[in-house]
Nanobody
């Protein structure tokens, strides 16, 4: 079992930055691919970023590439999402997730491969 708790969300103006954190507890954190997903009101859940178990590989959709950066600290069992140049369309609930199976860019972007999910943190970007 892995428990995930997100923090760092809030209200920010367009063009601003936020850093989300996801603290994990449980077994074998360093063996999991970790990801961030978001869900805006009335929309489907969307892949935002993922990092391989070592942190050596990261994956992003075009919508956030160049603005968002995912990182992990296996010693602290925590992952981060640095979000820069935020836009109103980035407004959503952001959730972190852990996957024991996902490997590579395709699997890491699909929520069906993630076993554990946090409760989420709200990010609101005003125009």
């Amino acid at each position: 079992q892995v428990q995930l708790v997100e923090s760092g969300g809030g209200l920010v103006q367009a063009g601003g930055s936020l850093r989300l954190s996801c603290a994990a507890s449980g077994r074998s954190f360093s063996g999991y691919t970790m990801g961030w997903f978001r869900q805006a009101l009335g929309k489907e859940r969307e892949f935002v970023a993922a990092t391989s178990y070592s942190g050596g590989d990261t994956y992003y959709p075009d919508s956030v590439k160049g603005r968002f950066t995912i990182s992990r600290d296996n010693a602290k069992t925590t992952i981060y999402l640095q979000m820069n140049n935020l836009k109103p369309e980035d407004t959503a609930v952001y959730c972190c997730a852990a996957s024991a199976r996902a490997r590579g860019s395709i699997m890491s972007a699909l929520d069906k491969y993630y076993n554990y999910w946090g409760q989420g943190t709200q990010v609101t970007v005003s125009s």
